[in-house]
């Protein structure tokens, strides 16, 4: 098995890994609401996937400052 003969440096290793970047998730919009999504998910907004409603969106109601 093959052994280096020094021990490389934090920084070169590091260079080395600048490539390694994460890409972001290739957004496509809803075919219900138009909203920005990721690809085979259920979408967030309305809760369809492929045409038919999967989850029920629970609508948050606003609060109201009593005085």
Same mark, same amino acid.
């Given at each position: 098995m093959a052994l280096p003969k020094q021990?490389?440096?934090k920084a070169r290793? =590091? =260079?080395r =890994?600048?490539?390694?970047k994460i890409s972001s998730g290739n957004l496509i919009p809803c075919p219900q609401? #138009?909203?920005p999504k990721?690809?085979?998910r259920v979408c967030p907004v309305c809760g369809y996937y #492929?045409? #038919?409603q999967v989850i029920?969106?629970?609508v948050k109601e606003k609060k #109201?400052?009593?005085r």
């Open positions: 021990r490389h440096s290793g =590091r =260079r =890994r600048t490539h390694w609401c #138009k909203q990721l690809g085979h #492929k045409g #038919k029920e969106i629970k #109201k400052k009593a």
